[in-house]
């Protein structure tokens, strides 16, 4: 167990839709990091927040977004969904968000099925 | 933004014996190399990681190499045991305020 803790652990929903993936990072970690696992794209970084602000951005659609709450725990939102969504969406969570890189602890995922 | 290519994406190798993943990396600014292993339907989990800063880092039967100038780093581990079998992912990263890059992944096959 690394700490990381995400709900739902499955998504079933329909093309169109709007889904919402919760994230809560270990105790002191600020960072939270979203990734995309598909068999396709492999393991794609989404986006970062770092103490409630926006920090680093990768490959994420207009069509997502995603915040991060002053508790910490971060959200996910996935809207107008398309089958090409379906995947397992992990988040991670480090201490650092600044120059000194830190380990990334991963979550156990939400497997998002588009139909 | 940053590339990288890992190799081979299938590698089988007789228990006991050593086995080799490598990857290179096209960001002379990354700085960060971890690897994690993934099992079947569970979350990636770093097994080592390297800093831009060392060559070498080793863990019980786990290795990593960096070689900065050719960017290019690899995971190396030997007395290979039936519980090695997993998909292997490098990754790179210019550093805390920034996503890591994967590769493609390695699938290790340990044969008994």
């Known amino acids: 167990d690394s700490g990381v803790t995400q709900t739902p652990k499955h998504l079933i929903t329909a093309t169109g839709q709007r889904v919402t993936l919760r994230c809560s990072p270990r105790?002191?970690?600020?960072?939270v990091y979203w990734y995309q696992q598909s068999l396709d794209q492999g393991l794609q970084f989404l986006i970062q927040y770092y103490n409630g602000e926006e920090r680093a951005k990768g490959n994420i659609l207009e069509r997502f977004s995603a915040q991060q709450f002053p508790d910490l725990h971060s959200e996910l939102n996935l809207s107008s969904l398309e089958l090409g969504d379906s995947a397992l969406y992990f988040c991670a969570s480090s201490v650092s968000g600044y120059e000194i890189p830190g380990e990334q602890f991963f979550g156990p995922g939400t497997r998002l099925t588009v139909l | 933004g940053e590339n990288v290519e890992q190799h081979p994406s299938t590698l089988s190798v007789q228990e006991g014996d050593s086995a080799v993943i490598k990857c290179t990396y096209s960001?002379?600014?990354?700085?960060?190399f971890p690897w994690y292993k993934q099992e079947l339907g569970k979350r990636p989990q770093l097994i080592i990681d390297i800093r831009s800063n060392v060559g070498e880092k080793k863990d019980q039967r786990i290795a990593v190499t960096l070689n900065k100038t050719a960017k290019h780093f690899s995971l190396h581990i030997t007395e290979t045991q039936p519980e090695d079998s997993a998909v292997y992912f490098c990754?790179?990263?210019?550093?805390?305020?920034?996503?890591?890059?994967f590769g493609k992944g390695t699938h290790l096959i340990i044969q008994p």
């Open positions: 960001d002379s600014a990354s700085n960060y």
């Open positions: 990754a790179a990263s210019r550093g805390g305020a920034d996503g890591l890059t």
């Open positions: 105790s002191g970690d600020l960072s």
